[in-house]
Nanobody
Framework: QVDLVESGGGSVQAGGSLRLSCTAPGNTDGLAYLYYMAWFRQSPGKEREGVAFIYLRGDTTYYADSVQGRFSISQDRAKRMIFLEMNNVKVEDTATYYC????????????????????????WGQGIQVTVSP
């Protein structure tokens, strides 16, 4: 099992920006073989929502409609990290944000597209809080 660790959370005013980071210090290979990664978020009383998805080998990305044009997922391959750049944040973005990853072998669904449900990911971080004030 790969341990994912998020960092960079905190409080920010609406309209501001924040960057989250995720790495896998518990595995000697880091993110080298975790080709599919994503950011999810969850607030009290709501289901865990997929925010942004990335295929690391091809840098292909996809975003939920709620964050399209505002958030950006990216990677630093040399540092074996991924990021979530959150711009023009809204109060509705307040949530616990989770980094998720999947490694080989991959099921057929992983070749069909980038969007996957939370229960399809094997590796997770413990979550980091993002609070957006009005």
């Amino acid at each position: 099992q790969v341990d994912l660790v998020e960092s960079g959370g905190g409080s920010v005013q609406a309209g501001g920006s924040l960057r989250l980071s995720c790495t896998a210090p518990g595995n000697t290979d880091g993110l080298a073989y975790l080709y599919y990664m994503a950011w999810f978020r969850q607030s009290p009383g709501k289901e865990r929502e997929g925010v942004a998805f990335i295929y690391l080998r091809g840098d292909t990305t996809y975003y939920a409609d709620s964050v399209q044009g505002r958030f950006s997922i990216s990677q630093d391959r040399a540092k074996r990290m991924i990021f979530l750049e959150m711009n023009n944040v809204k109060v509705e973005d307040t949530a616990t944000y989770y980094c998720a990853a999947e490694g080989p072998p991959y099921g057929a669904s992983w070749y069909a597209g980038l969007i996957h449900k939370a229960d399809e990911y094997t590796y997770w971080g413990q979550g980091i809080q993002v609070t957006v004030s009005p």
